[in-house]
């Protein structure tokens, strides 16, 4: 017996025996987050994909998604062996109106994935954007980037053009600044500027750094104004820039690389604030590389139109 502190009074605490010590930690990761990071599904689908019995482990047929699994186990998935872990890959996607940013949709109107090029890779969308919004979109064949890149924490901060209906004034905006309560859904502070008044419309930039459905538009409805366009100018340090509607660039695999911290190992994603470019997934032959923006960089070439 040896004579250990246990509270605030001394007392008499048997030793462990090795029958006693604690399990060690299984080998490996989730079965759900390999999945996801072999880009087949974000880890959520790929759970969903193990209750619905379409996941097989070394020729069982896994049912739950409690299971630690390493690189020397045989995954199948819908029949088809998983592929090794991609490298994680971001590009950016201008989405146009009208069009839903979900794999399916129940009332069979278009989607982002109806029209993203042929050559693309099987992609997630990191957050959405609704119905009749437009702007940058980010896109990873990676489940844990995006499972990362969409939370909160991650503290990214998503710059938004905002036309509304109506002539809001600072006083009217304060309460946007200061973060609403609406239905009982908190909504954090924003940073609002108004920008000009055009008629009986107005345009302003909004900064947010969460992605609540429809945070924007209900948040302007609560304090009296009715958003008619909403434009995403960026996702932390990636920029909507000069991509047209419609048009995809993949982001260099380096940049992916030093924003997400992946230099250490891929197990842990710690995003940094500092911007950077992107290169084009796809040129036309001759297309121009762009004039010298002020400040010495040279501007994006324009993607080869689809």
């Known amino acids: 017996m040896e004579r250990v ?19 060690k930690a299984p080998q490996g990761d989730r079965i759900a987050k390999v999945i996801a990071r072999a880009g087949v599904a974000s880890r ?32 199948e998935v819908d029949g088809k062996l998983l592929d090794p872990p991609q490298e994680p890959r971001i590009w950016l996607y201008h989405k146009p109106t009208g069009l839903v940013t979900t794999n399916r949709d129940e009332k069979g109107r ?3 994935y109806d029209e993203l090029p042929e050559d693309m890779p099987r992609v997630m969308s990191i957050g ?31 710059r ?29 502070p924003m940073i609002v500027n108004l920008d000009r008044q055009q008629g009986a419309n107005a345009w302003l930039t909004v900064g947010l750094r969460e992605g609540k459905n429809r945070e924007i538009r209900r948040a302007m409805a609560d304090i009296g104004l009715n958003v008619n366009r909403l434009i995403r ?5 990636f920029q909507l820039g000069q991509l047209k509607a419609g048009e995809v660039e993949e ?25 950077s470019g992107v290169k084009r997934s796809r040129t036309a032959p001759g297309a121009p590389k762009g004039k010298p923006r002020p400040g010495g960089k040279p501007q994006r070439g324009a993607p080869k139109k689809r």
């Not at 998604?65 to 020397?72: C, F, G, P, Q, R």
């Not at 100018?233 to 340090?237: C, D, E, N």
């Open 44 to 75: 959520r689908d790929a759970e969903r994909m193990i209750e619905e019995g379409r996941v097989k482990v070394n020729g069982r047929l896994v049912e739950r998604a409690a299971l630690n699994v390493t690189d020397k186990d045989r995954i």
């Open 5 to 23: 502190l246990i509270g605030r009074s001394l007392g008499y605490a048997p030793r462990m025996t090795d029958q006693q010590q604690p399990p």
């Open 160 to 188: 938004y053009r905002v036309r509304v209906n109506g002539k809001p004034t600072e006083q009217m905006l304060e309460p946007l600044r200061k973060g609403l309560t609406i239905e009982g859904e908190r909504f954090q």
């Open 251 to 275: 982001v260099r695999r380096k940049i992916v690389r030093d924003q997400l911290g992946l230099d250490a190992g891929r197990s842990e994603l710690k995003p940094k604030a500092k911007p």
């Open 128 to 158: 959405r954007l609704d119905l009749n919004s437009e702007g940058l979109l980010l896109l990873t064949n990676d489940g844990g980037v995006k499972r990362k890149l969409e939370l909160p924490s991650t503290g990214w901060l998503r």
């Open 110 to 112: 278009a989607t982002i």
């Open 233 to 237: 100018l960026s996702y932390g340090p």
